[in-house]
């Protein structure tokens, strides 16, 4: 192609494809490996920024779980759970609940907790049976009310049905 035969058109033409084409070629060749570097010091700037702040995220994290810990299970035996259970249920409860039944605390060990599980059944009218489970759902946090069931049972002895409610309750002490 000789040089004097092309209009300035097609030079204009030549001169813009080359332009584009070297741009290409610094991009690719330059700009794009300074661009990743850059993004990869901002991802490497941040976990290196994490790693800083793992100290005080494990210590949050522990601080955390000997909170839950607390809440869960506090160090007592089984003496202790029960007598704190029956000083509860004999101070809140009102003056027509009393106590049907009392079952033996049943212990069992799994993983780092040993769970101690009692039942009782309260015998009494409706309105106090539900005060005595609310009243124990609000004010102890160390004991777990697992279970709640009402249910009627015949007195054929003196003939009449007596309302009954049986309060499944447990507590969990670390290992």
Known sequence: MNINKVTYKQRFYLLVAAVVLSCFVAYFVAIKQ?????????????????LYNA??????????????????GREFNETDFQ????DF???????????YKLH????????NYMIYTEVI??????????????????EINVLKLKSAKFYVLEDKKVKRNKLLLSIVIQSYKKI
Do not use: W
């Open 104 to 111: 033996d605390i049943h212990s069992f060990q799994q993983g």
């Open 83 to 86: 007598s704190l259970l029956l």
């Open 34 to 50: 300074s661009v990743n570097l850059y993004r990869s010091n901002i991802e490497i700037t941040s976990e290196l920024n994490n």
């Open 55 to 72: 100290p005080v995220e494990i210590a949050n994290i522990t601080h955390e779980i000997n909170a839950i810990d607390s809440l869960i």
């Open 121 to 138: 059944e309260l015998e009494g009218p409706y309105k106090g049976l539900l005060e005595i489970v609310n009243k124990f759902e609000k």
């Open 89 to 99: 249920i004999i101070t809140h409860s009102p003056k027509n609940v009393s106590f």
